[in-house]
């Protein structure tokens, strides 16, 4: 990770360094936090952020309205925890009745993948794969290809750093005139809010393995992405 958004550091820090005498520049917020905040080769990284999606106005008012209550919204709930090289993500989804019906982490751990699911109450593992886990602010690296652009939300009055990637956008938000991020969005999708973010993490429950009353079951989407990744890697299907 460290090669990869060495850049975005470096740039955010001489942009910092000049931030007390002209205002933030395109980009400079996000690439600070990219690279320093986020930035799980210098110290462990939590971040919590959440989506809410409600079909109301998605789908067709005779659609919505045969839906129940449970089906009307969903929260997305992720959790990213980053630590001495282990990458750890945990998926909540809580439908509009409150109740959970998804909660499953993945993460590496001593050259494995794992998988748990908190609500069936089972486990899987394989062999790690090149890949397969990836820190959270890698993932944005390639969206920095050219100059983001900068700008102030009519609708919100925060301020935004905007990426460009062809026909698809990446925004990140912020309290205007400041750093405070406050969520980011791709495209026109619901916003991921930020909840927390710190560099305080639990190692031993964020990349642990329960055992008592779990059963291994195969995590089917676990396995297909590592499919894909040694396909890409090697050009042949993993055994």
Request: positive net charge; contains cysteine; glycine residues 8%.
């Amino acid at each position: 990770m460290k090669k990869k958004i060495a850049s975005l550091f470096l740039a955010g820090l001489l942009t910092m360094m000049a931030s007390a005498a002209m205002a933030y520049e395109p980009g400079q917020r996000t690439y600070h936090i990219l690279g320093s905040y986020l930035n799980s080769d210098f110290h462990p990284v939590h971040l919590v952020v959440e989506q809410t999606v409600n079909l109301k106005g998605l789908v067709k008012a005779e659609q919505y309205n045969k839906l129940s209550e449970a089906e009307r919204k969903i929260v997305n709930r992720t959790e990213y925890n980053e630590a001495n090289g282990m990458v750890s993500e945990r998926n909540i989804k809580i439908n509009g009745e409150g109740k959970v019906t998804q909660d499953i982490t993945r993460f590496t751990k001593d050259g494995k993948w794992y998988s748990v699911d908190r609500v069936y109450k089972t486990y899987d593992e394989i062999p790690a794969i090149r890949d397969g886990m990836r820190p959270f602010a890698e993932n944005f690296v390639g969206w920095f290809a050219k100059t983001p652009e900068a700008g102030v939300d009519e609708a919100t009055g925060l301020d935004y750093d905007r990426m460009i990637m062809g026909m698809r956008t990446l925004t990140f938000y912020y309290e205007k005139d400041t750093l405070n991020w406050v969520s980011y969005q791709i495209g026109a999708m619901p916003v991921f809010k930020v909840l927390e973010m710190s560099d305080k993490v639990d190692v031993d429950k964020c990349f642990e393995v329960p055992t008592e009353g779990y059963k291994r079951y195969p995590d089917n989407v676990m396995r297909s992405a590592a499919d894909r990744s040694f396909v890409g890697a090697k050009g042949r299907k993993r055994k």
